[in-house]
């Protein structure tokens, strides 16, 4: 799928998830499946991973839930509601595993003690005890912010409201999951369209003796905020919230090993239909809270946990035409368009091919009959085709070896990595050459996360550029605006609109300069970390005259494949004439400098070697953390080097010749006041 395709695609489901969102937070009423929202939701998250160019703030990976009704009282929580990245197989969950074992920087052999819990399909809620006494309860509003929901809370007889035991916390926030029965609701389904509808209808009534009438339940798992709590482990909390009164799963257990897991998972599926209450799948917890302590959050979700969903859903249909579309970066994606098929409610029509050595491998051909899963992935994809099934008169489909849209060869890049070419097919025209290049750039760089430019969307760029008022970034800047108000279905006022909405964006951070670009392999984040290290827009425009790429390998996160793509882009008499006409144009603002006040305050580190049971990812955080920098060459700059097993000779004779202090592990945490 091309980026015109892809993006249409995920705004599409950052709507959707809006609207159901808002219905099912701010009225209460459910309007897609349970499943069908986890699919979609993750299907935004793995567009987005995929995808460095698609990010919306509205995005589920972003926030969490929906803003807190205006019926309410709003609330912030001390500590943020996370939600859970999600796994769909054995596959996911060893990757998991994986990510675990290299942050800790621990034997691969290194056995994982998880916390199995099944997931209660209810609604989060957050209960905050003082002293023993049950205080104010939230929901989960944003994640960051909830409604003050006590009262109805408080009609819940599995909530204690008074908690005696002498180990129970001082202050704590303990969170849950708030569900009715199946039994239960039998008598209430002429009201709400399922238990989980029903159980927030009822949390959200503004008169708790309405909410008294619905027979509410409440599971306990977790806790956000607490004070001299003495438990070192998940399962040994769980243990405990029973001694202090709540309700825990009764099919929580202690599992370590994959295999294990996946035994569990398979035994509590086959159980699901049978039980009392909806469970969607089963969130795994490392079960010793250091460790969940090390591992820390990525964005809204801990590295800790991982819930994995129950089944996916498939469905047959006929692959009628096999489609290449083109990307910004200039790679072919082959799309199945498929007869028209309802895989769990949603109607599909175009299913992913991924890349031609994934139509190889399978043997996929116009004509085929086909599986396709709507699940676990960024979009409708082939797991299977028929063969007994096939035409007679079919052909192997050949990937173009011309790009489709300007002509030019289509070629594969070499991984030095992995020693093998990539599975990407690409058009080999740099900068603006190619049409569908040059269009999809264009979307880019008005699109949110570059330029903004409000009312500048996809459809006005093909507009424009059919027309031949745009063919580069900046004749955004230049356009004839008397011409447009003579082009049908333009106006004074709508040209008066888009004329103040394009002389806004005229002044911009450097970093979304450098994104909107669209250089390969610079997405924001890259663009955020080379905007710090250069400073202005006079050094990055630099680059093409000092030709001193290599200088960027100074910053931490931006390696040989990131600076490949810059030069190439400067290569580019095309790329250099639209940065220059640019720079002329616009006010590109500095980047800006950040204040920190950590112990590690204007100091730079290097590190070298292995570290005694933690990784350089986890290092790297520390410092950060504590408002020092990373550098990854021996120079003046450079402070400190931290020495660990097996150090670089030649990098540590460096740092003795320019008198650079050398660290041990046991130093370095010293100054963090921090033992090893």
């Known amino acids: 799928m091309n980026e015109k395709l892809l993006k249409k695609e995920y705004s599409k489901k950052i709507l959707e998830i809006q609207k159901y969102n808002k219905a099912y937070y701010d009225k209460s009423a459910s309007i897609i499946s349970d499943s069908e929202y986890d699919r979609l939701k993750k299907e935004i998250f793995d567009l987005e991973k995929k995808y460095n160019f698609l990010k919306d703030p509205k995005s589920p990976s972003l926030i969490v839930g929906y803003k807190p009704s205006k019926n309410f009282k709003k609330l912030k929580h001390k500590v943020q509601m996370l939600s859970l ?17 290299n942050y800790l920087n621990v034997k691969k052999d290194f056995k994982i003690e998880y916390s199995a819990e099944p997931k209660i399909d209810g609604i989060s809620a957050s209960l905050i005890y003082k002293n023993g006494k049950f205080i104010t309860g939230l929901s989960r509003g944003d994640g960051k912010e909830g409604e003050d929901i006590t009262e109805n809370l408080k009609t819940i007889k599995d909530i204690p409201r008074k908690i005696l035991e002498k180990n129970f916390p001082k202050e ?7 569900f009715i029965k199946n039994s239960d609701f039998k008598k209430l389904s002429n009201k709400f369209a399922n238990p989980r509808n029903a159980a927030s209808g009822s949390l959200r009534q503004k008169d708790s003796k309405e909410t008294k009438k619905i027979p509410l339940k409440f599971i306990a798992y977790t806790f956000g905020f607490e004070k001299n709590m003495k438990i070192k482990s998940q399962s040994e909390f769980l243990m405990n919230l029973d001694k202090w009164g709540f ?35 089963i969130v795994y917890k490392v079960n010793d809270f250091k460790i969940q302590k ?3 959050n990525v964005a809204n979700a801990p590295r800790w946990a991982i819930a994995h969903k129950f089944s996916a859903n498939s469905g047959i249909s006929k692959i009628l035409n096999i489609e290449i579309q083109i990307g910004r970066t200039g790679a072919l994606t082959p799309v199945a368009k498929i007869k028209p098929i309802n895989i769990g409610g949603v109607v599909v029509s175009n299913a992913t091919l991924h890349n031609e050595d994934e139509i190889k491998r399978k043997d996929i051909r116009e004509g085929d009959i086909a599986t396709i899963e709507r699940a676990g992935d960024v979009i409708p994809h082939i797991t299977s085709i028929d063969k007994k ?11 173009p070896l011309k790009c489709p849209s300007c002509g030019s060869n289509t070629i594969k890049d070499y991984n030095f990595i992995t020693k093998k070419k990539d599975a990407v097919r690409r058009c080999s025209s740099e900068g603006y050459e190619c049409e569908k290049v040059s269009i999809e750039k264009i979307k880019h760089f008005v699109s949110k996360e570059a330029f903004n430019i409000e009312g500048f969307g996809k459809k006005i760029v093909e507009n424009f550029w059919s027309l031949n008022l745009i063919k580069l970034p900046q004749d955004i800047f230049k356009l004839d605006y008397d011409k447009l108000k003579s082009i049908e279905g333009w106006g004074v006022q709508s040209v008066s609109n888009l004329k103040y909405s394009i002389d806004q964006r005229k002044k911009i951070p450097l970093e979304k300069f450098i994104y909107a670009l669209g250089i390969r392999h610079i997405g924001l984040e890259n663009a955020k970390l080379i905007s710090r290290f250069l400073k202005n827009i006079k050094n990055f ?28 882009f400067f290569n580019n008499e095309t790329n250099l004439k639209v940065i220059n006409d640019l720079d002329k144009i616009l006010s590109i603002q500095d980047s800006i400098e950040f204040k920190k006040d950590g112990l590690l305050k204007n100091k730079t580190f290097m590190l070298t070697g292995k570290l005694n049971g933690m990784s350089r990812a986890e290092a790297k955080s520390l410092i950060e953390q504590n408002s020092g920098s990373i550098i990854s060459n021996i120079s003046k700059k450079l402070d400190y080097l931290i020495v660990g097993e097996k150090a670089t000779k030649r990098k540590v004779d460096q740092a003795k010749d320019l008198n650079i202090k050398i660290l041990d592990q046991s130093d370095w945490l010293k100054m963090l006041n921090k033992s090893s």
């Open 541 to 568: 425009l630099a680059l093409s005259k000092i030709n001193n790429f290599d200088e960027l390998l100074n910053i931490d996160g931006i390696g040989e494949t990131q600076i490949k793509s810059i030069r190439n």
């Open 172 to 178: 704590i926030d303990i969170r849950g999951e708030v």
């Open 389 to 399: 099934k096939r035409p007679q008169n079919s052909q192997k489909f050949t990937f």
């Open 85 to 101: 990245s999600n796994a769909f197989n054995k596959e996911d969950l060893e990757n998991f595993e994986k990510r675990i074992i």
């Open 247 to 281: 309700k825990t799963n009764p099919f929580n257990k202690k599992i370590v090993g994959i295999e294990n897991l996946l035994k569990n998972y398979n035994l509590i599926e086959q159980k699901r239909d049978a039980l009392d209450f909806d469970i969607d799948g």
């Open 294 to 296: 090390r591992l820390g």
